[in-house]
């Protein structure tokens, strides 16, 4: 539903610009569900959902600044930024939004903050607004789940074992990468090989999910189990990173397939963080990274 999707997530969209708790509610399903990675908590329900906001003692987050709405189907992103009147940087927010009767049923949100750009890297990238619309990507064939399940499956498998060679042929020859914190473009395959093999304390990757509007596991060759799950051309995966220092950062991944070439991806980083003892009575712990030591 297309069309519906798009509707819902812009009332959603205005509802958080406008800081009115009852018209986000009218537009959640009962059934709910919101999900920290950072944190591993869980929310169930409306209720639980308003104890949280009455009890926190921070201001209430305010939806500042829309980077975009994207989707497809029963699956959409919203990026944006997010500022509470306490004096805090604004953060990057980045919730993967499942639909469900023509309502909001799972909400994934990921908060991260802006970074700088490193000087060893300048050479490989662009520099760009990170709030400026990002274009829009032409998608040239509507993908079967089946068909977009096995690319995404491939792709952040071939991504986890840093397969260049094999990852190539399933970019687009116009094919980029944004990091909107640091306001990075990798601008091609090449770039962004030459990024990594350079990096200082290169990160091992653990993909952790890919969520869309199913789910179905599979283990890579390295052990890794990777959740994957597909809405057309919009893939959403998760992982976690762990550098050479032993710093962790969840990372979210936003992928756009144009036929069935990777088109663009867009990441964003988040640290790991505890969960609040104040929050316990309305969340449940889950492990977002399940089989990963220390997750």
Same mark, same amino acid.
């Given at each position: 539903m297309p069309d519906e999707g798009r509707a819902l997530i812009d009332r959603y969209v205005e509802a958080l610009? #406008? @800081?009115d708790p009852h018209k986000v509610d009218r537009l959640i399903a009962d059934t709910f569900v919101e999900e920290w990675p950072q944190s591993g908590e869980r929310i169930l329900g409306l209720a639980n959902r308003h104890s949280i906001a009455a009890a926190d003692p921070q201001p209430r987050p305010i939806l500042t600044r829309l980077r975009r709405t994207l989707g497809h189907g029963d699956l959409w992103v919203v990026e944006f930024a997010a500022e509470r009147s306490n004096g805090q940087p604004p953060a990057f927010v980045v919730q993967s939004i499942g639909l469900h009767g023509g309502k909001v049923g799972h909400v994934t949100t990921y908060v991260g903050h802006a970074f700088p750009a490193p000087a060893w890297r300048e050479q490989w990238v662009e520099r760009f607004e990170p709030?400026? !619309? !990002?274009t829009e990507i032409p998608h040239e064939h509507a993908m079967t789940t089946e068909e977009g399940e096995t690319l995404a499956k491939r792709y952040v498998t071939l991504d986890s @074992?840093? /397969?260049y060679d094999k990852l190539q042929p399933m970019r687009h020859p116009r094919w980029t990468a944004e990091w909107p914190q640091s306001g990075e473009?990798?601008?091609s395959h090449a770039a962004d090989e030459a990024i990594h093999r350079n990096y200082p304390g290169f990160p #091992?990757? /653990?993909m952790g999910k890919a969520a869309a509007e199913s789910e179905r596991w599979a283990v890579? !060759?390295?052990?890794? !189990?990777i959740r994957? /799950?597909?809405a057309g051309n919009i893939w959403v995966a998760t992982g976690l990173n762990t550098y050479s220092g032993g710093d962790r950062f969840v990372v979210t991944n936003i992928i756009e397939f144009s036929g069935r070439l990777i %088109? %663009? @991806?867009t990441m964003y980083f988040v640290e790991p963080s505890e969960a609040p003892a104040w929050r316990a009575p309305w969340v449940e712990r889950y492990d977002p990274f399940p089989g990963q030591a220390g997750s």
């Amino acid at each position: 539903m297309p069309d519906e999707g798009r509707a819902l997530i812009d009332r959603y969209v205005e509802a958080l610009r #406008d @800081e009115d708790p009852h018209k986000v509610d009218r537009l959640i399903a009962d059934t709910f569900v919101e999900e920290w990675p950072q944190s591993g908590e869980r929310i169930l329900g409306l209720a639980n959902r308003h104890s949280i906001a009455a009890a926190d003692p921070q201001p209430r987050p305010i939806l500042t600044r829309l980077r975009r709405t994207l989707g497809h189907g029963d699956l959409w992103v919203v990026e944006f930024a997010a500022e509470r009147s306490n004096g805090q940087p604004p953060a990057f927010v980045v919730q993967s939004i499942g639909l469900h009767g023509g309502k909001v049923g799972h909400v994934t949100t990921y908060v991260g903050h802006a970074f700088p750009a490193p000087a060893w890297r300048e050479q490989w990238v662009e520099r760009f607004e990170p709030f400026a !619309p !990002p274009t829009e990507i032409p998608h040239e064939h509507a993908m079967t789940t089946e068909e977009g399940e096995t690319l995404a499956k491939r792709y952040v498998t071939l991504d986890s @074992e840093r /397969a260049y060679d094999k990852l190539q042929p399933m970019r687009h020859p116009r094919w980029t990468a944004e990091w909107p914190q640091s306001g990075e473009r990798v601008p091609s395959h090449a770039a962004d090989e030459a990024i990594h093999r350079n990096y200082p304390g290169f990160p #091992d990757v /653990a993909m952790g999910k890919a969520a869309a509007e199913s789910e179905r596991w599979a283990v890579s !060759p390295m052990l890794i !189990p990777i959740r994957v /799950a597909g809405a057309g051309n919009i893939w959403v995966a998760t992982g976690l990173n762990t550098y050479s220092g032993g710093d962790r950062f969840v990372v979210t991944n936003i992928i756009e397939f144009s036929g069935r070439l990777i %088109r %663009r @991806e867009t990441m964003y980083f988040v640290e790991p963080s505890e969960a609040p003892a104040w929050r316990a009575p309305w969340v449940e712990r889950y492990d977002p990274f399940p089989g990963q030591a220390g997750s």
